[in-house]
């Protein structure tokens, strides 16, 4: 998944090389990088694969196999093997977004297995990098949180391996692979953010963000055609100006027009820039909207948080398991975790909506502190299928740039 | 660097030239590994298309084709032009500022403008982007103070200025070595023949310097070129850059599939990167010819 970002730096570190050239410096590094993925395919059959081997029939069952917790003979089976293992390796999580800060600490606190947490802010395609070029090896991700295309195309590739936790049944259907390879956890609305203290009165459709007052104010959190959030921000947009989930080009229009009129400002949202006072009005994820007010806060800052009437978008991410995970029990331990009430309490503490949400609050599991902490939002949100999603892409890649450009 | 032409013209003869190469085999075997391999591998992923559908591979040209129409051609335009305006303005600012610090008296001032220029030249990312932001963004210090409106920064003349900011410097470096060079003899054998700063400058010093001088703007050429994550963070795709196009294809969370189409845009910039080099290098071997 993307979020904030401040690595995108591989390529672009080092102005002086002592070369003559500096794009040589630069393929220089563009090669590294490619051979370092190179050389870790090649390394791949040789590393972990014993090891991993006998982690998982350390409880007399194949972990990298089982697709429930009853597969172990029952959750604590699954805790033991997991306990043996020790150890979750994880990529992309970072600590401020959907409170995976806290959800790492519970769940280390809980079972005392220890969590690495690489590269926070690696985006959904470095994920699934991550599964195909570390096949094999220690470092591999044992689990996903990625967007659900590419939770879709990497079930396609026979990536993921099929579990299903406890709690599956009150997962929805069109919210989960059917055997299980993949699941979706939480999600969100796309919401306006804004700055109260500096502006008199803060955008709450989308029809507003085009009112004169807003001059060069409006941000979205990063590049659409690279961060999830500002796709789902021009599709929100879309749904907004007459267009519908087959129809993205609406959005785009619109951006055109904001950027016409001189309100889109092209800085991508960051706690920073909303400080500064750069961004002050911010299209983003409510979870990243909603957690940026108490933070902001702290520095004098009032950001207020509403999900556009004319714009309701919502999205969530999924969970999977990598098939080659070289800690199998710990990542299935680890989805057990997220599934459980106290799993997706804390998402919820974050402002991020669970997908068992709904079945929380019917069987009252639910943490109804945190859940009256979220953005209102009226009706049922509605979901564009695969098809459409892929095709809002398409259009949007090709015309995103000659929307917003000159 | 190239810079060091104009003092290694010292004579290079006297060994035998035959074995040189054995010195440079670690080199070379490096350089196959660490730059041949991946080169290979991206010339081959940039022709390899990949059905959607069937998830077939074949070789074919529909990557390159695509990698030159519409929205992706623009990047590259766009890309070429930033490179180019900054490489020019950055060597000639850099090298007014680079005589300036090297006739200074003042050793001090030197040796600081050269270590600061060391490490502006390494500034990049989105730390440079947001030091622009908050000076000249649309809520800028300097912006707010001088009430000039939104907009100021978020342009390709805005980006361009941030290009600078690390391209001087750099520019300072490679070419105060070359000036340096310059020795004062000349000069003083110039004045007495009766010549104008003018045309010393002109019929000595200019051509003296240009091989570090077009070494400089290549070197600059490459390094805006290949940049980013500082346009990234501050104007987004309001100026297409084809390095953005790759990282989005490439590193994304919203497309799939277009990793194929991100290496033949990288093939792209290859090509680029070997058109300047194909203008430069016979320019500086016309240019430092009579400097042996």
Redesign the interface.
């Given at each position: 998944m993307y979020k904030f970002v401040y690595f995108r730096e591989i390529l672009r570190d080092t102005p002086l090389g002592d070369t003559v050239i500096a794009s040589r410096v630069r393929f220089a590094g563009l090669a590294a990088f490619l051979l370092m993925s190179a050389t870790a395919c090649g390394a791949a059959p040789t590393t972990a694969a014993p090891t991993a081997g006998a982690d998982g029939s350390a409880a007399g069952v194949d972990a990298r196999t089982a697709t429930s917790a009853a597969d172990f003979g029952g959750l604590d089976k699954l805790v033991e093997a997991a306990k043996k293992e020790g150890k979750l390796h994880v990529i992309a999580l970072p600590p401020d977004w959907a409170n995976y800060g806290k959800i790492i600490e519970a769940f280390t606190a809980k079972y005392g297995i220890e969590i690495e947490s690489e590269t926070p802010d690696a985006s959904s395609a470095d994920e699934i990098n991550a599964v195909k070029t570390r096949k094999g090896q220690d470092r591999a991700p044992d689990v996903l949180d990625i967007g659900q295309s590419f939770a879709i195309s990497g079930a396609a590739e026979g990536l993921f391996a099929p579990y299903k936790v406890e709690s599956w049944d009150k997962i929805p259907d069109n919210q989960k692979e059917p055997s299980g390879l993949w699941f979706n956890d939480y999600g969100g609305y796309i919401s306006i953010g804004c700055d109260a203290k500096k502006i008199d009165k803060c955008p709450e459709t989308y029809a507003d963000l085009l009112k004169p007052e807003y001059k060069g104010k409006v941000a979205l959190n990063g590049n659409p055609t690279k961060s999830g959030s500002a796709f789902a921000g021009v599709y929100a947009a879309a749904l907004a100006n007459g267009g519908s989930f087959d129809d993205i080009q609406p959005g785009l229009d619109f951006f055109k027009k904001l950027k016409e009129t001189g309100n889109f400002n092209p800085v991508e949202t960051t706690p920073a820039t909303i400080e500064k006072g750069e961004t002050q009005i911010s299209i983003d994820w409510d979870y990243n909207n909603a957690a940026y007010a108490p933070k902001m806060a702290e520095k004098g800052i009032d950001w207020k948080t509403v999900i556009p009437d004319d714009g309701k978008y919502f999205q969530l991410y999924a969970q999977a398991i990598n098939k080659d995970a070289p800690h199998p029990a710990a990542a299935r331990l680890w989805q057990e975790f997220l599934y459980s009430a106290e799993g997706q309490n804390l998402y919820l503490g974050g402002f991020a909506r669970p997908v068992l949400l709904p079945a929380m609050k019917a069987d009252g599991t639910v943490d109804a502190t945190a859940e009256a902490n979220l953005p209102p939002v009226e009706g049922d949100p509605t979901f564009p299928t695969e098809a459409q999603v892929n095709k809002a892409k398409e259009v949007l890649a090709d015309g995103w740039g000659a929307a917003v450009s000159g | 660097?190239?810079v060091p032409a104009v003092t290694a013209a010292a004579p290079r003869g006297g060994r035998p030239r035959s074995k040189n190469w054995v010195g440079a085999l670690p080199l070379l075997v490096v350089t196959a590994?660490?730059?041949g391999?991946?080169?290979l591998?991206?010339l081959v992923g940039a022709f390899t298309v990949k059905d959607p559908v069937t998830?077939v591979s074949s070789l074919g040209t529909a990557n390159l084709s695509r990698s030159l129409q519409?929205?992706y051609l623009?990047?590259l335009i766009?890309s070429v032009q930033l490179s180019a305006v900054v490489a020019v303005a950055a060597a000639v600012a850099g090298t007014f500022l680079a005589q300036a610090v090297v006739t200074s008296r003042f050793t001090a001032l030197r040796e600081a403008v050269l270590t600061f220029s060391?490490v502006l030249?390494?500034f990049?990312?989105?730390p440079l982007a947001?030091i622009w932001?908050?000076t000249l963004?649309?809520?800028?210090v300097i912006t707010t103070a001088l009430g000039l409106?939104?907009?100021v920064l978020?342009n390709f003349w805005g980006l361009a200025l941030v290009y600078m900011y690390?391209?001087v410097p750099?520019m300072v470096?490679v070419v105060t070595p070359a000036l340096d060079g310059l020795r004062p003899q000349w000069r003083e054998a110039a004045q007495n023949n009766g010549a104008t700063t003018w045309q010393f400058w002109r019929y000595v010093g200019v051509p003296v310097l240009t091989p570090a001088l077009l070494?400089g703007v290549?070197?600059?050429?490459?390094?805006a070129?290949?940049?980013?994550?500082?346009a990234?963070?501050?104007?987004?795709?309001?100026?297409?850059l084809v390095?953005?196009q790759i990282?989005?294809a490439?590193?994304?969370?919203?497309?799939?599939?277009?990793e194929n189409v991100a290496l033949a845009l990288?093939l792209d910039?290859?090509v680029v990167?070997l058109l300047?080099?194909a203008v430069y290098l016979p320019l500086q071997k016309r240019s430092s010819r009579w400097l042996r």
């Open positions: - | 660097m190239t590994v660490a730059f391999i991946p080169a591998t991206l998830k519409g929205a623009n990047a766009s060391g030249a390494n990049g990312g989105v947001f932001i908050a963004g649309n809520s800028g409106g939104p907009g978020y690390f391209s750099l470096l070494g290549v070197l600059l050429f490459g390094g070129f290949a940049a980013y994550a500082t990234y963070a501050m104007v987004g795709s309001t100026v297409p390095t953005l990282a989005e490439l590193t994304g969370d919203v497309l799939i599939g277009y990288s910039m290859i990167a300047v080099m």
